[in-house]
């Protein structure tokens, strides 16, 4: 592969007019596409399949105008003196109803005076509001009209809120998400001590980004896609693609600094620190494309977009990053900053380096940082004991928001289950008498313990089939509520015995349930497909059996030591206000599988490119211990500055105004810091050390077997130095003196 990839980095370098036109002509027809094709995204989380699902689709054969899993809008109405019931104030409310009803998309909206919808203190009252479409298809048209319709209310001084699933729009990208962008230039330039070399991996991730993310809105126009993806398509696609790039950049700096020129330095570059890429790439798409395996399809779409950003970056840094390479040439270290020095990231030629004096502590005190790492990544992971798993509601909206504000009074005036009631479908084609089956279903679930209400049923046109809209005594994201959910569907099999009618439990409130138990039921599964495929691939990338057990050992210390710290901060509450979260409440439910997902593939990255050039060191004669420490050394610098930058751009979402974003932002953030700075830069080397010849074991007939990709990039060498020159140059010289000169066959392909 490093062949290969070598004639590619030196065919992109003498070919850079085509390639950089190629690629401009691939972002413009991208965004012409983007711009014409693309669609609204939703926010519907439902899950083929489930008891929920299932009584959706039976209600729009049977019952097309229920709309079970079309938009809703609750609009609560509050005073704090004269009740709502008395003369103008309540023609005002009468009057707003009426406005609301003839906003466009609205199917219907309840008059809270003949639905039992005011408080029994005349203080509160509430309209349920149905839309003819799902929420993500409602236009700001419609949204602005049902805003409007509250002015008549507020003239007579009445309070009014909104909640719902119609109210929110689709997410914007706000101005905080470049946060972590500009910290990425900050520790680019530090990094590289140069202007022009900071500059070209921020380039090429932004250039990664827009035709990741103009791929997904073009996606939009045919499938359903989750308002959420482009922004997790726009936050791994900025992190890893910026990082590839840094990478690969730093690779081509030293190689100018070894007296390559130009276009070797840029094959060698793409030969050695692309294969890395390559591999740490496949890791990242294997694990967001494997989210496809769950079977939920909102994961499905956030999956495959992100995986298809990623494999953007990697193509962009292979192929673009050399091209520009050849405009920059030897310029590439020119653009100095006042006080910094041009910095070659893999070695300063000099003493030893912050990055090798540690890996030397690391080895010598190699069985005390096995003992350290694992016991504070365990005590981070105890609050995971606690995860409770739910899906966003206004519950856990700002609370500075006409959401919340709502969800407050509607559970102040008439309990927290208005706020998420169920709906229970009953199905008499089978019973004698569907109206007796449905009324003795009606009393069945009303003396359930949890039920505060059960309103009277609606019949289909046909009679056969009916719905009942049962209020919990809980809120919709309480554990008690999903308890109620089972415990009517517990009661299916009674009722059919006695009835002949068959029941099922749908609405917003059970959707969410279904989904958060289909995720947590995946959560295994999926585990040991990613970790499986993930094990062979690093496998063949470091023919070893230990190194690929090491790996997969560290990330799960990673990843559970994240949960914990989720739990801490947006379950418990832990720093809450230091970093902005507005509320706690149950994690949502898709970020442990996505996290995993996610931070695998990261955590591979950094096992790759930390782990590939100790490989290289030991191929290339260094003793094991050695080649940990010098391996460590050229890559140190580089990782370290790669981390940082994936943390900030991750952080920066920390900032967002949506809880689904915000926590994926911080599991995200941490996960990288814990996986980077305790697992791979102080776990790794020790056990490493701790292993020594054995870490590179593998048994001769899966050696016969394998393929020999050659990932260190030793084919492009020539006649490797002896052990003991190899050890000298590298040790003394912070850096390789072995011949780098390519054979014949290779220098001139």
């Known amino acids: 592969m490093a062949t290969y990839l070598y004639r590619l980095g030196r065919t992109a370098y003498r070919r850079r007019r085509l390639v950089v036109a190629l690629w401009v002509v691939v972002l413009a027809l991208i965004g012409a596409g983007a711009a014409t094709l693309s669609g609204p995204t939703s926010d519907t989380f439902s899950i083929p399949g489930t008891e929920s699902q299932k009584a959706v689709d039976l209600l729009r054969e049977r019952m097309p105008g229920a709309g079970a899993d079309a938009a809703t809008a609750r609009v609560v109405f509050t005073v704090t003196d004269s009740p709502l019931t008395e003369g103008a104030r309540r023609q005002a409310v009468t009057d707003t109803v009426q406005r609301i009803t003839r906003a466009p998309q609205v199917a219907q909206a309840s008059d809270p005076f003949l639905r039992d919808g005011v408080s029994r203190d005349g203080r509160t009252a509430y309209t349920q509001v149905a839309y003819k479409v799902q929420p993500g298809e409602v236009t700001d048209e419609a949204r602005d009209s049902l805003f409007a ?7 007579a001084g009445i309070g009014v809120e909104f909640g719902g699933t119609a109210v929110e729009g689709a997410p914007e990208q706000s101005a905080t998400e470049v946060i972590g962008l500009a910290v990425a230039a900050v520790v680019l330039v530090i990094t590289f001590g140069s202007l022009v070399a900071a500059g070209f991996p921020l380039l090429t991730a932004l250039l990664s980004v827009m035709i990741g993310i103009g791929c997904v809105q073009i996606a939009t126009g ?28 730093s690779r081509y700096r030293h190689e100018l600094s070894l007296g390559s020129d130009g276009e070797q330095a840029a094959g060698r570059a793409v030969g050695t620190a692309g294969s890395a890429v390559v591999f740490a790439g496949l890791t990242v798409i294997i694990a967001l494309a494997a989210l496809s395996v769950v079977g939920i399809p909102f994961l499905t779409s956030m999956g495959l977009a992100a995986a298809g950003t990623v494999a953007v970056a990697v193509l962009v840094a292979l192929t673009l990053l050399p091209a520009l390479f050849g405009f920059a040439g ?4 020119g653009g100095r900053i006042p006080g910094l020095r041009a910095r070659d990231p893999e070695g300063d030629g000099g003493g030893p380096t912050a990055g090798q004096r540690w890996a030397r502590l690391i080895v010598r005190r190699r069985g005390i940082a096995v003992a350290v790492s694992v016991l504070a990544l365990g005590l981070l992971a105890v609050p995971a004991a606690d995860l409770r798993l739910g899906l966003p509601t206004d519950a856990t909206a700002a609370p500075d928001s006409t959401q919340r504000r709502a969800y407050d009074q509607l559970t102040a005036g008439f309990g927290a289950g208005f706020n998420g009631p169920l709906l229970l479908v009953v199905d008499g084609t089978a019973s004698a008498d569907p109206h007796t089956a449905v009324d003795e279903v009606s009393r069945t679930i009303a003396g359930l313990p949890g039920v505060a ?23 919709p994201s309480e554990a008690a509520t999903e308890d109620l959910v089972h415990t009517i569907r517990g009661q299916a099999a009674a009722i059919r015995a006695a009835t002949g009618a068959s029941t099922a439990i749908t609405g917003e409130t059970a959707i969410n349930i279904d989904v958060s138990e289909k995720l947590s039921d995946a959560l295994l599964p999926y585990l040991a497909v990613v970790v499986g495929l993930a094990f062979v691939l690093l496998v063949l990338v470091f ?57 695998f593939g990261l955590a591979m990255d950094y096992e790759v490119f930390l782990v590939t050039r100790m490989r290289e060191e030991f191929v290339h004669g260094l003793g094991p211990d050695d080649a940990v420490v010098t391996g460590f050394r050229h890559g140190a610098r580089v990782v370290t500055a790669a981390a940082i930058i994936m943390i900030s751009v991750f952080a920066g979402f920390i900032l967002s105004d949506q809880a689904i974003i915000q926590s994926i932002g911080f ?10 700075f305790v697992v791979r830069m102080t776990l790794v080397p020790a056990v490493m050390s701790l292993a020594g010849r054995h870490a590179w074991w593998l048994p001769a007939w899966l050696d016969r ?4 990709i050659d990932v260190e990039g030793k084919k492009l060498l020539g006649p490797p130095a002896l052990p003991e020159q190899r050890a000298h140059a590298t040790m003394s010289a912070g850096g390789p003196t072995a011949p780098h000169d390519l054979p014949a066959t290779v220098r001139h392909p």
């Open 149 to 155: 319709a509250a002015t008549t209310a507020r003239d």
């Open 453 to 475: 209400a059960v309103t009277a049923p609606t019949f289909s046109p046909a009679g056969d089939t009916a719905t009942l809209s049962v209020t919990p005594a809980s809120g």
């Open 705 to 708: 077997l394998l393929p020999d």
């Open 330 to 333: 030897r310029r590439l270290t």
């Open 543 to 599: 023919r070893s059996v230990l190194v690929p057990l090491k790996a997969t050992a560290g990330f799960l210390l990673s990843v559970v030591a994240t949960f914990g710290a989720v739990v801490a901060v947006f379950q418990w509450g832990w720093l809450m206000d230091v970093l902005g979260v507005a509320t706690t409440g149950p994690i949502v439910s898709i970020l442990p599988i996505f996290l995993i997902g996610v931070l």
């Open 667 to 676: 599991a995200l953030a941490f996960g990288v810091l814990v996986d980077a």
């Open 222 to 249: 045919f499938i359903d896609i989750g308002s959420s993806t482009p922004t997790l398509a726009l936050m791994l696609g900025l992190a890893v693609g910026v990082d590839y790039a840094l990478f690969i950049t």
